[in-house]
């Protein structure tokens, strides 16, 4: 068995064995594992009923001033898009919150996206604040279901910064771009005094073409769909965490940061049913489940095989699927045989790995 067929056999076992459990708790049998709200009980009806009563609630940022946890992309990011933000901008191409705006202009459908990119450090095994802003714009536009074709590339320099650097970064911008087939066109450049910024910090700008009629969004899941990831989850991540070297420990790990644009479109090739993409970054799988990344259950089989024919996608691996009830719970079937309620990220554990 090769390496990557290892990584994925794990999941494979893991579901056939939350299936065979799930049939078993149908049948009445008991399962094992730490004290959960059993399906049924009061105890659950009353978790449920907390949780979808937070849900309903208007949002509000409670804090007066911003915290890291404001920019780590869980629950208080979410809260601070939809109190602030979504409040004051509130538009029908923006509601949606997707990784991209799709607008139609002249009978063109167009994706753009933006994003800001303040990882630390700038340089980490596998990458660096360039092709990682390339990547990332890139990635959004794909998971929209657009063609990539035009970035902007903005940055915020901090006094003393080096040229060097600064340099080395403008290259492997150059050479991100180039193998995702993109061009940066427009830009912009600010110089703030010594100690207001980190170094460099860069804000990019995608424009995509979309040339299919899929009408992929989140609201579109379904009861059924399979939930796939393209391959590791937290590799980016923990090479950050290490290449700060606040922790003593050393690791064979590099970031896996890549355009996907070329994977993405294999997929939708051979999964017309492909329902929704995300791009899974600060935030985490965690809070992209409550959101909901899923593709029609009948094409899984397809889009799996497309994924893994891809040499991004050689891990690929189903981890889940849709279901009806509890309603907007993301629930995790444990080691043990119990399952566990998902919550979007709280708080800040890793901070700027984008």
């Given at each position: 068995?090769?390496?990557?067929?290892?990584?994925?056999?794990?999941?494979?076992?893991?579901?056939?064995?939350?299936?065979?459990?799930?049939?078993?708790?149908?049948?009445g049998h008991s399962?094992?594992?730490?004290?959960?709200?059993?399906?049924?009980?009061?105890?659950?009806?009353?978790?449920?009923?907390?949780?979808?009563?937070?849900?309903?609630?208007?949002?509000?940022?409670?804090?007066?001033?911003?915290?890291?946890?404001?920019?780590?992309?869980?629950?208080?990011?979410?809260?601070?898009?939809?109190?602030?933000?979504?409040?004051?901008?509130?538009?029908?191409?923006?509601?949606?919150?997707?990784?991209?705006?799709?607008?139609?202009?002249?009978?063109?459908?167009?994706?753009?996206?933006?994003?800001?990119?303040?990882?630390?450090?700038?340089?980490?095994?596998?990458?660096?604040?360039?092709?990682?802003?390339?990547?990332?714009?890139?990635?959004?536009l794909a998971t929209?279901?657009?063609?990539?074709?035009?970035?902007?590339?903005?940055?915020?320099?901090?006094?003393?910064?080096?040229v060097a650097d600064?340099?080395?970064?403008?290259?492997?911008?150059?050479?991100?771009?180039?193998?995702?087939?993109?061009?940066?066109?427009?830009?912009?450049?600010?110089?703030?005094?010594?100690?207001?910024?980190?170094?460099?910090?860069?804000?990019?700008?995608?424009?995509?073409?979309?040339?299919?009629?899929?009408?992929?969004?989140?609201?579109?899941?379904?009861?059924?769909?399979?939930?796939?990831?393209?391959?590791?989850?937290?590799?980016?991540?923990?090479?950050?965490?290490?290449?700060?070297?606040?922790?003593?420990?050393?690791?064979?790990?590099?970031?896996?940061?890549?355009?996907?644009?070329?994977?993405?479109?294999?997929?939708?090739?051979?999964?017309?049913?492909?329902?929704?993409?995300?791009?899974?970054?600060?935030?985490?799988?965690?809070?992209?489940?409550?959101?909901?990344?899923?593709?029609?259950?009948?094409?899984?089989?397809?889009?799996?095989?497309?994924?893994?024919?891809?040499?991004?996608?050689?891990?690929?691996?189903?981890?889940?699927?849709?279901?009806?009830?509890?309603?907007?719970?993301?629930?995790?079937?444990?080691?043990?045989?119990?399952?566990?309620?998902?919550?979007?990220?709280?708080?800040?554990?890793?901070?700027?790995?984008?």
């Open positions: 068995m090769t390496g990557d067929q290892q990584s994925v056999g794990w999941v494979a076992e893991a579901l056939r064995v939350h299936e065979q459990q799930t049939a078993e708790e149908e049948a399962h094992r594992g730490s004290p959960q709200p059993m399906p049924g009980t009061v105890r659950e009806e009353l978790v449920l009923e907390r949780i979808d009563r937070a849900r309903r609630s208007r949002p509000r940022v409670k804090e007066e001033r911003i915290t890291m946890a404001h920019g780590a992309g869980g629950k208080a990011t979410q809260t601070l898009i939809e109190a602030i933000f979504l409040d004051e901008f509130r538009n029908p191409l923006l509601e949606p919150l997707e990784d991209a705006a799709r607008l139609q202009i002249s009978g063109a459908r167009l994706a753009l996206t933006t994003d800001s990119y303040v990882v630390s450090p700038l340089f980490f095994p596998g990458g660096d604040i360039g092709d990682l802003a390339v990547n990332g714009t890139v990635n959004d929209s279901g657009a063609v990539p074709l035009f970035l902007s590339a903005g940055f915020i320099l901090e006094e003393g910064f080096g600064l340099t080395r970064i403008v290259r492997s911008m150059r050479a991100a771009a180039e193998a995702a087939g993109v061009r940066v066109v427009t830009g912009d450049t600010k110089v703030v005094e010594r100690g207001k910024a980190d170094g460099c910090y860069i804000n990019t700008a995608g424009v995509g073409a979309i040339e299919h009629d899929l009408d992929l969004g989140v609201a579109n899941a379904r009861p059924g769909d399979a939930i796939i990831v393209s391959g590791p989850i937290g590799d980016h991540g923990v090479t950050i965490m290490l290449a700060r070297g606040e922790l003593d420990i050393e690791a064979d790990v590099v970031s896996d940061t890549a355009p996907l644009s070329g994977l993405v479109a294999s997929l939708l090739a051979a999964a017309p049913g492909v329902r929704a993409l995300r791009d899974a970054t600060r935030g985490g799988v965690a809070t992209i489940l409550n959101e909901i990344a899923v593709v029609d259950g009948d094409s899984a089989d397809r889009a799996l095989a497309a994924l893994r024919a891809h040499p991004l996608g050689g891990q690929a691996a189903i981890i889940g699927h849709v279901t009806a009830d509890p309603p907007g719970i993301v629930q995790l079937k444990t080691a043990f045989g119990g399952s566990r309620i998902v919550d979007l990220l709280v708080g800040d554990p890793l901070p700027r790995i984008c």
